[in-house]
């Protein structure tokens, strides 16, 4: 099989460059060097990536972002020990810096697994690779493990009185998803406010409520090293940045804001986008990478990947870490959005359970792996033990409940369970919706009022809403789509891009492009 050339299948690609700059506030006092203590315990070896123990029998879920706010006790303990694995000493093998390195930047050696010849400045992670949504999840697993481990030790240093509480609720400690799809709560956006809202956040320990540096907001490097990061303006900056302004400046502020409309104004699109990956994807090839290009069916020029990449752009904005491979899992965005996209994975397993990974050549070179080399179920996911001389593999990892997590709509692995889910979250912005709300307005004495824009009745009234009249799109019992498949090479530009589509002529703006009213979404 000849080499596929590297191609994004639908409007965004992400090409490796940098990031960094703002902080200084502080991390949470607990009255005494515990950071220290907590080290002394653990293995100074980097660790093989085991299952996390179920509670009475069970597998607790990974939870959205949001909910898990509503559990105070276990925000606190995340946010805790987020906080804390940021403030880890980066020479140390857990500290977020070396895990967040083991994706890109800076092309470190970890675990001890070394790099093939002249791949020593390239991180593990596969992209337009069969390997793409198989390689992240014992990397997600690996995260979830050293925080699990950090929460642990939190709850145990809270006053005998609440200790018992607190190491309860430790045990059903797993990492939170970031559904950047599902409709948001009215007033809200799909970016929440305790991920961008404010860079410091207030959080009840051990040792009383404090306010610190918001580890979900950024990630300042300690120490900031200029040689990770060779172009300007990105070698000035010691914190990772969203949309910063001014653009190009070392005093660059992150602009969550702006993220949050870009975001708002794409959620539709990503809604739709998602469902039709789950509908009419039911091959794993063409729906988990953008390497995999069809060539008798237009339909299937999207993937999970080049859905995810559109989460990185916009995301990160222009000149943010998100949006730039090598860097993006500094931005702590990227851990709650590759989690949500394994809960994608898993969702889709359920869906077309006999459709898994094939042999496929690499389009790009890893720090183990060289670009043309056959990737397949039996590949290892480098640099990931499962034990002392074995890497996980695909055909491992096939089954998330391995590591000891589920999530809510694959719980019980039921195929129906899964579509009402699916149907439930994702269908609000599909055609099929807009005719279920002008059938029940009809039903309800409001046939005579004519339907071209119902964003007015929806939850999410203050975004922008661009729809063709009901009698455009349905015709009897039948409805129409438009898809535009796009082909570009992911590298054409040497840098990440999107690709706009208006109704019309483009705005004078660049910058306001993503948000633009005749969009098409």
Known sequence: MLPLRPIILLSVCLVPICL????????????????????KRQDYRPPIVTSLPTVDGHLPSRREIRELEKDEDMWNLFILALSWMQYTDQVVWSSWYKIAGIHGAPGQTWGGVEAIPGNDNIGYCHH????????????????????????????????????????????????PYWDWAATPPNGTSVLPLSMGGDPNI??????????????????????????????????????????????????????NSFIAHALDSQMPSFQQRLYNLFANYPNYSSFSNEAWIPTDNNGTYDSIEALHDS???????????????????????????????????????????DSYVVPMPAIYPSHTSAA????????????????????????????????????????????????????????????ASIEMTHRWRQSRGYGNIAVTDDSRSRPDANRRSLRLPINAVFDGEDYYEWIANVRVKKDALNDSFMIHLFLGPAPGDPSTWSFANNLMP
């Open 20 to 39: 960094a700059s703002i902080s200084g506030q502080r991390q949470y006092d607990y009255g005494s060097d515990v950071h220290a203590r907590f080290q």
């Open 128 to 175: 337009v690779s069969i390997l793409f949504p198989t390689w992240h999840r014992p990397y997600l697993a690996l995260y979830e493990q050293i925080l699990y481990n950090i929460v642990q030790y939190i709850a145990s240093l809270y006053p005998p009185e609440k200790r018992e509480h607190f190491g309860k609720a430790a045990k059903s400690f797993r990492l």
């Open 202 to 255: 207030a959080v009840s320990g051990p040792n009383g409520v404090q306010t610190i540096a918001n580890p979900l907001f950024s990630y300042t490097f300690k120490p900031f090293n200029a040689s990770i990061f060779p172009e300007i303006p990105f070698n000035t900056w010691n914190e990772t940045k969203r949309a910063p302004r001014p653009l190009n400046s070392p005093a660059a502020m992150s602009n």
């Open 311 to 353: 989460i990185h752009t916009l995301g990160g904005g222009a000149f943010g870490h998100l949006s730039i491979i090598q860097y993006s899992a500094f931005d702590p965005l990227f851990l709650l959005h590759h989690v949500n996209v394994d809960r994608i994975f898993a969702m889709w397993q359920v869906l077309y359970n």
């Open 372 to 431: 043309g080399q056959i990737q397949d179920a039996e590949t290892a996911l480098t640099p990931f033990f499962s034990d002392n001389d074995t890497f996980w593999t695909s055909d491992m990892v096939r089954d998330h409940e391995i590591f000891g997590y589920t999530y809510p709509e694959v719980s019980t692995k039921n195929r129906v369970e899964v579509v009402a889910s699916i149907n439930r979250l994702y269908t609000h912005y599909s055609p």
